[in-house]
C-alpha cells in the first residue's frame, strides 16, 4: 500500500489501472478534441492501449521499476498506434530505464524518472514547448514537480504541483498555432482548440498523483 | 451512421479476411496484421514494404502483388500500423536484397515506421526508407510537420514496384523513389466529411452548399471552405496550386491521376479530368499516361483529388511495367 514517501511497482501498476479508468471516462471527449483538429482517433486509440496496458501489467507481473516500463511500452506501441503509441511507449520504457532495478523510488527518483519518461517523448517526437503538443502539459508538470521539492514538498505535494502545471499548461494549448503533428496541417484554423494530446497527459499527471502519494 | 459493418472494433480484420478470401495471391497475418505475397519473399529482390491507417482501400494492401508491394501493415481506420507489424512485415519480404519502407508524411506513421527500421536494422536487415510529402495544400515549413503524403504515394508504389522486380538495388530504388516524390504534387478537395467507424459521426461538418479544399485524406479539415463551384472551377483550384508549386515548361510530360475520396463516382472524375486535361492543354503540358479511381480514399467521403507526377523516360516505362495485384494490374 502507498505510504507517502516510496513508490512501489504496485502503486505505478496502480497508477496504470487509474490512468485506464480515467481515460475511459474522457474517451469521447478526447476524441472529440482530436476531431476538431486531428483525425478523430485519440480517445478510442487512448482506450484500447491503456486497455491492453492494464492485462500486459497483469500478465508480466513485474518486479521492478524497468520491468514495469518495459512490460508497458512494448504493449501500448504495438496497441496505441497514431504518434500517441511511440511517444507515451516511449514515455514508460524511459522511466522504467531511470527507475532502474529498485523495487521503489523515493519521491526524488520518481520526479526524475518521470523527467527521463518526458525528454524520450521530446526526443522522438522533435516538438519544442509551445508546438501544442503534450510537452506543453508535461514540461511545465516536471518543472514544477521539481521546484516542489526543492521547496522541501512531500511527493504528494509535488505531484499536485505537477498536475496543477498539466492543467495549466494544457489550457494554454487553446491559443497555441499547432507546429506538429496533423493539427500543424490547419495553421492558423488550429488556434482555439485545446491540444487532445496535452488533454491525455494532463490526465496521465492527475492519476499519478492519485495514486502514487495517496 | 449507416455502413455496412457487424461491429465497429470487428471493421479491419473482416475486410483483411475478405481479401485473403477474395485473393489467393495474398497471404494474411493477423497477429500482429500484415498483408503480404504469398510467394515473399523473393530472393535477391529488394522488398517493399507500405503501410498506413486503414480506411484508404485500396491502398495499401490493395497494391500488394507482383509489381508493386511485397508487404502492406494496414493499422485501424485512419491511425498508424505499428512497428511490431512492420518489423514482421519486414523480415516476411526481406530476400537478402534489403527492404524500402513508402511511408506517407503524418507524424504517427513516420514515428512508427522509425522504430521498425531501428529495430530491423538490430536484426540485420538492409533498411531504408522514403517519406512521401506531395500535398501542396499544406505549407512546407520547418514549423510544420510538413506536407502530407497522398496521391504520389500509389504512384510511387508502382513505380518503384517495377523497378525492384526489375532487380534494381536497395539504393537504386530508394533514389528513384525520392525522385518521384520529388516530382510529384497532389491537392484533394471534399464535398462531404466521413464518419470513422469507432467515432460514429462525421469528423467534420460540411453544409449542403460548401466545399473543402486542401482536404487530407483523414477527413482533417483542409485549410479552406468555400461554397461549392462547378467541375471546371473546381479543377482549376486543385492544379493551378499544382502548376504554381512544380512548373512545367512547354512540352514536359505528366501522369495525370485523377482519384476519388471514395464517394464519387467515376461519372464525376472523367468530368473532372476533362476539365484537368483543357487546362493543362492550355499551359502546354503533355498527359502521358493517366491513372482515374478510387486508389487513395478517405472511406466514403465525396471529393477527389489530383495528383501529377513529371514524368521522364525511366518513370515512364517502369509505369508501364506489368503489375498484378488486386488493385492495379496490367501488362499481366
Known amino acids: 500500500m502507498p505510504d507517502g514517501t516510496t513508490v512501489t511497482v504496485d502503486d505505478l501498476v496502480a497508477w496504470v489501472h487509474r490512468f485506464s479508468e480515467v481515460i475511459d471516462e474522457h474517451a469521447d471527449e478526447l476524441t472529440q478534441l482530436d476531431s476538431a483538429i486531428g483525425d478523430a482517433d485519440h480517445g478510442t486509440n487512448m482506450r484500447r492501449g491503456c486497455r491492453a496496458a492494464v492485462d500486459a501489467l497483469a500478465a508480466a507481473e513485474p518486479a521492478d521499476v524497468t520491468g514495469f516500463g518495459r512490460a508497458i511500452a512494448m504493449k501500448v506501441i504495438s496497441t496505441v498506434g497514431g504518434a500517441s503509441g511511440p511517444l507515451y511507449g516511449s514515455f514508460f520504457l524511459a522511466l522504467g530505464t531511470t527507475g532502474g532495478s529498485a523495487p521503489s523510488m523515493d519521491a526524488t527518483e520518481t520526479v526524475a524518472a518521470l523527467k527521463a519518461g518526458v525528454a524520450a517523448i521530446r526526443s522522438r517526437g522533435k516538438a519544442e514547448p509551445g508546438d501544442k503538443t503534450m510537452l506543453d502539459a508535461l514540461l511545465p508538470a516536471i518543472a514544477a514537480m521539481e521546484g516542489s521539492l526543492e521547496d522541501g514538498g512531500s511527493l504528494a505535494d509535488a505531484l499536485q504541483a505537477g498536475t496543477d502545471a498539466a492543467e495549466e499548461g494544457m489550457r494554454a494549448t487553446i491559443p497555441m498555432l499547432a507546429r506538429k503533428g496533423r493539427a500543424s496541417y490547419l495553421g492558423e484554423r488550429s488556434i482555439g482548440h485545446q491540444d487532445p494530446g496535452a488533454t491525455s497527459s494532463w490526465l496521465l499527471l492527475r492519476s499519478a498523483s492519485e495514486t502514487l502519494a495517496a | ?332
Open chain 2, 1 to 332: 451512421m449507416k455502413k455496412l459493418i457487424n461491429a465497429t472494433d470487428d471493421v479491419v480484420v473482416e475486410a483483411l479476411q475478405g481479401m485473403e478470401h477474395a485473393h489467393p495471391s495474398l497471404k494474411v497475418v493477423y497477429d500482429p496484421k500484415y498483408v503480404v505475397r504469398a510467394d515473399a519473399p523473393v530472393a535477391g529482390k529488394v522488398g517493399i514494404v507500405s503501410g498506413g491507417g486503414s480506411g484508404h482501400e485500396p491502398m495499401h494492401g490493395g497494391f500488394v502483388g507482383m509489381g508493386m508491394l511485397d508487404a502492406a501493415c494496414p493499422g485501424e481506420v485512419f491511425t498508424s500500423p505499428t512497428p511490431d507489424q512492420m518489423l514482421d512485415a519486414t523480415k516476411a519480404v526481406d530476400g537478402g536484397a534489403g527492404v524500402l519502407h513508402i511511408v506517407k508524411n503524418y507524424t504517427g506513421d513516420v514515428l512508427n515506421f522509425e522504430m521498425a527500421a531501428e529495430l530491423a536494422a538490430a536484426d540485420g536487415i538492409d533498411v531504408e526508407a522514403v517519406v512521401i510529402d506531395d500535398d501542396v495544400a499544406v505549407q512546407d515549413s520547418s514549423f510544420t510537420a510538413g506536407r502530407r503524403g497522398v496521391g504520389a504515394t500509389v504512384l510511387a508504389e508502382k513505380i518503384c514496384g517495377a523497378a525492384a522486380e526489375a532487380g534494381r538495388d536497395l539504393a537504386a530504388v530508394k533514389e528513384l523513389c525520392e525522385r518521384v516524390n520529388a516530382n510529384g504534387r497532389s491537392m484533394g478537395m471534399a464535398l462531404t466529411s466521413c464518419t470513422v467507424p469507432a467515432a460514429g459521426k462525421p469528423t467534420f461538418e460540411l453544409s449542403d452548399d460548401e466545399m473543402e479544399i486542401g482536404i487530407g485524406i483523414h477527413g482533417e479539415p483542409g485549410r479552406e471552405r468555400r461554397p461549392v463551384a462547378s467541375a471546371a472551377e473546381v479543377a482549376k483550384m486543385l492544379v493551378e496550386p499544382i502548376l504554381a508549386d512544380l512548373p512545367y515548361a512547354e512540352g514536359e510530360k505528366a501522369l495525370v491521376f485523377v482519384n476519388s475520396m471514395g464517394g464519387t463516382p467515376l461519372i464525376e472524375l472523367y468530368i473532372i479530368y476533362n476539365e484537368v486535361a483543357k487546362i493543362l492543354a492550355e499551359h502546354g503540358v503533355e498527359i502521358a499516361r493517366n491513372l482515374i479511381g478510387p486508389y487513395i480514399t478517405s472511406l466514403e467521403m465525396q471529393g477527389c483529388s489530383v495528383t501529377m507526377l513529371k514524368l521522364d523516360d525511366e518513370m515512364t516505362e517502369l509505369w508501364d511495367a506489368t503489375v498484378n495485384t488486386p488493385a492495379l494490374r496490367w501488362g499481366v
